[in-house]
């Protein structure tokens, strides 16, 4: 056979070939695109990703937040040319072309003073036009920005969607307001529970330790450092979280300030499972359950009586209970604490409820058992994973002394 025509064969193989890797190609291609979705399916997953991108963004309000990252998701959310956010202070963030800003500013005013979206068209810019729409940012009734959109022709589905956002970015500001007004009512109710820590106590615990300045310095000094430790831990201000080991530590500082005073009236047990120590719970969430009993628990009672603490491992969870048999409480009185009765009543086991109940869900609040004469037993139980929430590290300082780490003359725990 002539080399010219071995050639044209060879060709034509490679050319076939060819042809066959295309068309396995473009199939593969179809296939894939498939796998992805229909275009319905893949515009409506876009959306909502880009809503999910700005909205963290959004959290902190118009003017706090991150503006800029906020408006470049919102820019590819709308398909518009140049948008602009403006602040409730009339401050406006680009995404675009920064020639707009002034008419951004003027548009926006126009917005939230009517309180509709209002449209302009052929707004000169040097020498070109454009349209544009702006759109009032209503969070919870109050003008909190507005949202311009530009684009060279301001249709009415640019329109009926620039009001769309607007009201989701509303919606976003309200949610972010709604966090910092949880963050200031957790707060709240931390300083509630640090003001449990009444002059009454103080004024008990002080006045053990001076008994015992003559007759035993060495535990009038110790008695003293335990007294540092509780309230420095008692209030601290940072951490809205910390951990089983730390709160025991807490209530062993306590307890010892409070035996020192009940002498041998007061016994205490407990029961620590060592797998939960690490478990993070709310700060100040049971060491209050430890002083509900001996406020409203012994004090009452003749002859003092005995508080036991158990932390066990319930699988996914930590159970920890105090229980006490002192002299109970009128459940009456109890639900009424527990619903939002009297400041005074049982403030310690209404605050801690409502934190356990907010951080973890209803089915997490405190489960009391108790009646008149018959004692009081509380329960808590919590999660033993929390991803995303951290204890705050608590200095060695802060740490109550142990036979194996006692304290050196100065007072410090030795290492």
Same mark, same amino acid.
């Given at each position: 056979?002539?080399?010219?025509m071995?050639?044209?064969a060879?060709?034509?193989?490679v050319a076939?070939a ?37 909205a963290k #963004? ?9 503006a800029v990252?906020?408006?470049r ?5 709308l ?7 403006v602040g409730?202070a ?12 002034a008419?951004a500013g ?26 544009a ?11 909190a920005g507005?949202i311009?959109a530009f ?7 640019l329109?009926?969607?620039t ?9 976003q500001?309200?949610l ?5 007004s949880?963050?200031?009512?957790a707060?709240a ?5 640090r ?8 004024y008990n ?8 300045i ?6 009038a000094?110790?008695l003293?450092?335990e ?5 420095r831990?008692?209030?601290r201000r940072h ?13 062993d ?12 009236r ?15 719970v ?5 060491q209050p ?17 005995r508080?036991t ?10 159970e920890?209970?105090?229980e ?8 009456a009185?109890?639900?009424r604490?527990l619903?939002g009765?009297?400041p005074?009543e #049982?403030?310690?086991?209404?605050n ?5 109940r907010?951080?973890?869900g ?5 489960v ?5 004469g ?6 808590m139980?919590?999660p ?8 705050a590290s ?5 740490l109550?002394?142990?036979p194996?780490r006692?304290?050196?003359a100065?007072?410090r725990?030795?290492?």
């Amino acid at each position: 056979m002539p080399e010219s025509m071995l050639l044209a064969a060879a060709a034509g193989v490679v050319a076939g070939a060819l042809a066959v890797g295309v068309v396995i190609l473009l199939r593969r291609i179809v296939v894939a695109s498939k796998d992805l979705g229909t275009d319905v399916e893949q515009a409506t997953y876009q959306t909502l990703h880009l809503a999910s991108r700005a909205a963290k #963004h959004l959290r902190g309000g118009i003017a706090e937040g991150d503006a800029v990252k906020a408006g470049r998701h919102l820019r590819a959310l709308l398909g518009c040319e140049t948008l602009a956010l403006v602040g409730p202070a009339g401050d406006v963030t680009v995404e675009g072309d920064d020639a707009v800003r002034a008419v951004a500013g003027r548009l926006a005013a126009e917005a939230r003073a009517s309180g509709r979206p209002q449209v302009q068209r052929r707004i000169g810019l040097g020498e070109r036009e454009t349209d544009a729409v702006a759109a009032p940012i209503l969070a919870s009734g109050v003008p909190a920005g507005a949202i311009v959109a530009f684009a060279p022709r301001v249709r009415a589905g640019l329109v009926r969607a620039t009001g769309e956002v607007a009201d989701w970015v509303a919606a976003q500001v309200e949610l972010g307001e709604l966090d910092a007004s949880r963050a200031a009512l957790a707060e709240a109710e931390v300083r509630a529970l640090r003001a449990q820590i009444s002059p009454h106590f103080i004024y008990n615990s002080l006045n053990a330790i001076a008994s015992f300045i003559n007759t035993d310095p060495a535990k009038a000094r110790e008695l003293v450092l335990e007294f540092a430790d509780f309230t420095r831990y008692s209030f601290r201000r940072h951490g809205d979280f910390t951990t089983v080991a730390e709160e025991l530590r807490s209530i062993d500082s306590y307890l010892k300030l409070e035996r020192a005073r009940f002498g041998d009236r007061l016994t205490v047990t407990l029961q620590i499972a060592p797998e939960v120590l690490s478990t993070v719970v709310p700060f100040l969430s049971i060491q209050p359950l430890v002083e509900n009993a001996v406020r409203h628990g012994l004090e009452g009672k003749e002859g003092g009586g005995r508080i036991t603490i158990e932390a066990s491992d319930q699988g996914a969870f930590a159970e920890i209970s105090v229980e006490d048999d002192g002299v109970g409480i009128d459940p009456a009185v109890l639900e009424r604490a527990l619903a939002g009765g009297a400041p005074g009543e #049982h403030v310690g086991l209404r605050n801690v409820d409502a934190r356990l109940r907010q951080v973890y869900g209803d089915e997490h609040g405190l489960v009391v058992e108790t009646n008149v004469g018959a004692g009081t037993l509380v329960r808590m139980r919590v999660p033993k994973s929390q991803p995303g929430r951290v204890a705050a590290s608590a200095g060695p300082d802060r740490l109550a002394a142990t036979p194996d780490r006692p304290r050196d003359a100065d007072g410090r725990l030795e290492p």
